[in-house]
């Protein structure tokens, strides 16, 4: 069976991911991902991606959706699956108190994009 743990380094520290989604009828979906210190699995990072989820292309975090950036005045596309963004989740996480050794409550992921300047307003379920 294939490891579904996915490695990144970040500031030389190991950490170890994975995403998973959710489907919700009539409401969308929930892309989680699931961060973890290399080593402790028992006090994970957890990030939820509450969107529509479009009924070809899916979750639209996952495939890649082009997202207007406030702060650099420029639209970019937002893939989560992208190794720059797990690294933007983990270095954010860690601003918010985690440590990769302590409980912290489950965070809301599109918080994260909204505070990194991303306009949000096109993920909200429909």
Do not use: A, C
Not at 24 to 40: A, P, T
Not at 69 to 94: A, F
Request: hydrophobic fraction near 35%; aromatic fraction near 12%.
């Amino acid at each position: 069976m294939k490891n579904k743990l996915r490695k990144i380094v970040v500031d030389n520290i190991d950490y170890r991911y994975y995403v998973s989604f959710n489907e919700y009828e009539y409401r969308g979906g929930d892309m989680v991902v699931k961060i973890f210190l290399n080593g402790n699995k028992t006090t994970p990072l957890v990030l939820h991606f509450l969107t529509f989820i479009d009924p070809i292309k899916g979750h639209p975090l996952n495939n890649g959706i082009d997202l207007f950036n406030r702060l650099t005045q420029s639209k970019v596309r937002v893939n989560i699956h992208e190794p720059k963004y797990i690294r933007e989740l983990i270095l954010e996480g860690v601003k918010r108190g985690w440590t990769g050794s302590n409980h912290i409550d489950k965070q809301n992921g599109i918080d994260y994009l909204t505070t990194w300047g991303f306009d949000t307003s096109s993920l909200v379920p429909h």
